[in-house]
């Protein structure tokens, strides 16, 4: 369960940054990436939660 920006659309990307609390949609542009908005997943927020512990799939994204 969680919250998120309205404009969320399905094929969208929940990314949690290394060192950050808050995780962040992101949707595949023809080149790179947009920042939707930042949104709430019951789990995620908390980094002693159940979902850390099964993290083990990491994608890099440059921000500019």
Same mark, same amino acid.
């Given at each position: 369960? $969680?919250?998120?920006?309205? #404009?969320?659309?399905? $094929?969208?990307? *929940? =990314?949690?940054?290394? $060192? #950050?609390?808050?995780?962040? =949609? *992101?949707?595949?542009?023809?080149?790179?990436?947009? =920042?939707? !908005?930042?949104? /709430?997943?019951? &789990?995620?927020? +908390?980094?002693? &939660?159940? *979902?850390? +512990? !099964?993290?083990?799939?990491?994608?890099? /994204? #440059? *921000?500019?």
């Amino acid at each position: 369960m $969680g919250t998120c920006f309205h #404009t969320v659309q399905a $094929g969208d990307v *929940l =990314v949690l940054f290394k $060192g #950050t609390r808050e995780p962040i =949609v *992101l949707r595949q542009t023809e080149e790179n990436h947009a =920042v939707i !908005g930042p949104a /709430y997943v019951a &789990g995620v927020n +908390d980094p002693n &939660g159940p *979902l850390h +512990d !099964g993290i083990s799939k990491m994608r890099k /994204y #440059t *921000l500019i």
